[in-house]
């Protein structure tokens, strides 16, 4: 189905046309229709789906500027949050609709102004919660309730605040729920909160067939660096997303990145707000080459143009890898996983593997130039190498 097919306001489809978008992915064919009739959701989407605009498009069409707050979406991070806020400002602008995104880091008076006069609300639940507390946020002309990504909500503890906020909505309103997992603990919050639901199950847009899978055994830990420099280098078209397992770990691998005059941006939870944005920003505007970051901090972000996801430290479960390579291989396009692999590793990566659909096949060792990783440790002027 083409979005050109879809009865809503014809404004809202020529900007939808104009943004690039044409065919509809499953979860979208799926959901916009029932969303569009008043029908709460139940959807299980992994990344790729298409998700966002499965219920921005049907939203936007039915609210109107000028009548208070109407939509209000949580996400489980900051960087969710404003890619969110950014799907509806783009798509709600041409019918006069306005949005705030409201998260920690950042001060609140701001936010306090914007949500005098907008009708879509994006955030994350402890500001959402901040701002019900200070008598804010005016639910009364709310129809929509969008909770995004609430399983990694509840794996990071916040589920508790969700149902505070749910507590202070309209009940007399619409629900849609999305999850990449339909767990027992899920389920049991969404039969509470969601009537009567459609339940929609969308597989990832990724194309297993065209994901080529690798793993480097490297024997000597100090040549991991210099090994994932030279993949960059060889495969230098498209964009490229390295995973590490700590923030500290980002910083470092993304500055030293920097320093071999490549083209790398960071995001991870310890950073300050405006230098999170700053990352959003590059990616948004195609001005890096390669993303360094945490599993938390990537989720749920549309990066455009992967061709290559870089396990620079070994996801633990098999889940955690198949969220991370379900980033690359979409909508036909080829894509590569490849996992460098160190001797602490290796616990972890029998893990991985012990998902029998997953087929990672083992790479010769290339011939590359060592490269100094630099660490810069605190208090110190020395520069120690690895």
Not at 39 to 58: E, H, N, V
């Amino acid at each position: 189905m083409r979005f050109n097919e879809l009865d809503i306001n014809s404004k809202l489809n020529r900007k939808i046309v104009e943004l690039g978008f044409y065919k509809l992915t499953p979860i979208q064919e799926k959901c916009i229709p029932d969303v569009s009739i008043g029908r709460d959701i139940a959807g299980q989407s992994k990344t790729g789906s298409g998700k966002t605009l499965a219920f921005a498009i049907p939203i936007i069409d039915k609210i109107r500027s000028g009548n208070g707050i109407q939509t209000v979406v949580l996400t489980p991070t900051r960087e969710l949050c404003v890619q969110v806020s950014q799907v509806f400002r783009e798509l709600g602008l041409i019918l006069g609709l306005k949005v705030t995104s409201i998260f920690g880091g950042v001060g609140i008076e701001p936010q306090i102004r914007s949500l005098q006069n907008s009708e879509i609300v994006v955030g994350t639940p402890g500001r959402m919660l901040d701002h019900i507390r200070r008598k804010t946020i005016d639910f009364r002309a709310m129809r929509f309730l969008v909770i995004d990504e609430i399983d990694k909500l509840f794996e990071m503890g916040f589920i508790d605040d969700v149902e505070e906020i749910i507590s202070y909505v309209p009940k007399n309103r619409q629900t849609l729920m999305f999850s990449a997992t339909m767990q027992n603990d899920l389920l049991r919050i969404m039969s509470k909160h969601l009537k009567n639901p459609l339940i929609v199950k969308a597989d990832s847009y990724v194309e297993t067939s065209k994901l080529k899978q690798l793993y480097y055994d490297i024997y000597n830990k100090k040549n991991k660096f210099s090994l994932l420099v030279h993949l960059i280098r060889k495969n230098n078209k498209g964009m490229s997303i390295v995973f590490c397992s700590t923030r500290s770990q980002v910083d470092l691998v993304a500055r030293n990145l920097k320093n071999q005059g490549l083209r790398a941006c960071a995001i991870h939870g310890g950073m300050t707000q405006k230098k999170r944005l700053s990352s959003l920003d590059l990616l948004q505007k195609q001005n890096t080459d390669i993303l360094v970051a945490t599993d938390v901090a990537a989720r749920g972000l549309d990066i455009k143009n992967v061709t290559h996801i870089y396990n620079y430290d070994v996801p633990k479960t098999p889940k955690e890898y198949i969220h991370r390579v379900g980033r690359t291989a979409r909508a036909g396009e080829n894509g590569n996983a490849i996992t460098l692999l160190t001797k602490p590793d290796h616990d972890n990566f029998r893990r991985v593997q012990s998902n029998d659909n997953l087929r990672i096949d083992r790479a010769n060792m290339p011939n590359f130039k060592s490269i100094p990783f630099i660490i810069r440790r605190p208090y110190s002027k020395n520069k120690n190498y690895r």
